[in-house]
């Protein structure tokens, strides 16, 4: 299973919200940029960040974005906030491997698969569900579609992969949704990336023993309920 450590950017700064709610956030770096050494090491796989400012409908932090992306040894996926062509093209442009669209791909589907076929194998797919349906605009709204249903759609544009984050336990080290996560990987016949909800290293060893093909981690992290070192190498298969 491959690992990828979260950067969740508000204000300029690295922080994680509880449930994906502002008014419950921690601040964990001033200067996130100085977090990609630390968490961008030990084999790590990937770096995932998310630009909040930009999901809630502020302007993006696109000059924050490519200094991590630039200080970045390893591939750097980018989501927040990308809502239309040009974002995309944007973002791709600072040199993120890949982008994550997800309140885009609800309101604007013929668009989104556009974009998953014009880039290939670098558009992934957010699927932010609470009780089985998805929310979008910063997990504010209801979409108005099952997980199920957007996964399955993602899959036939060609997304390069689903990103399923169970709201109800994002930050809150109550353990991730294997099951949602697993029922939606064979329902969409997708790669699912899990996400929300990790606390510990037995919550890595059971998705990586249900098969789940790679996991976000973020709060965990930075709470020091385990180091990076630790977390790749039970992702990657030490017992």
Same mark, same amino acid.
């Given at each position: 299973m491959k690992l990828f450590p979260a950067i969740d950017l508000l204000g300029g700064r690295a922080v994680r919200l509880e449930e994906g709610r502002r008014d419950r956030v921690t601040v964990f770096h001033e200067r996130p940029v100085e977090?990609?050494?630390e968490l961008a090491r030990d084999g790590v &796989?990937?770096?995932?960040? #998310? +630009?909040?400012?930009?999901?809630? /409908?502020?302007?993006?932090? $696109?000059? =924050?974005?490519?200094a991590i992306v630039a200080a970045s040894p390893v591939p750097v996926e980018v989501g927040g906030g990308i809502r239309d062509r040009a974002a995309v093209e944007a973002i791709l442009e600072l040199g993120a491997a890949f982008v994550v669209l997800?309140?885009?791909a609800v309101r604007s589907p013929v668009l989104v698969e556009e974009l998953c076929r014009a880039h290939a194998g670098r558009v992934i797919v957010a699927v932010?569900?609470? &009780?089985?349906?998805?929310? #979008? +605009?910063?997990?504010?709204?209801? /979409?108005?579609?099952?997980? $199920?249903? =957007?996964?399955?759609?993602?899959?036939?544009?060609?997304?390069?992969a689903l990103l399923y984050t169970d709201i109800a336990r994002d930050?809150?080290?109550t353990g991730p949704n294997i099951e949602a996560t697993s029922r939606l990987a064979v329902a969409a016949g997708c790669e699912v990336i899990a996400s929300g909800g990790v606390g510990s290293l037995d919550?890595?060893?059971?998705?990586?023993?249900?098969?789940?093909?790679?996991?976000?981690?973020?709060?965990?992290?930075? +709470?020091?309920?385990?180091?990076?070192?630790?977390?790749?190498?039970?992702?990657h298969g030490a017992p």
């Open positions: 977090l990609v050494a &796989d990937r770096l995932h960040v #998310v +630009d909040l400012d930009g999901a809630f /409908g502020e302007p993006r932090q $696109l000059a =924050l974005v490519q997800g309140t885009a932010d569900a609470r &009780d089985g349906v998805v929310a #979008v +605009d910063g997990w504010t709204t209801s /979409g108005g579609i099952t997980a $199920l249903e =957007l996964g399955k759609r993602a899959a036939s544009w060609g997304a390069a930050g809150l080290h919550d890595l060893v059971q998705l990586r023993e249900a098969g789940v093909p790679a996991v976000v981690v973020g709060r965990a992290l930075y +709470d020091r309920r385990f180091t990076v070192a630790e977390a790749v190498r039970v992702a």
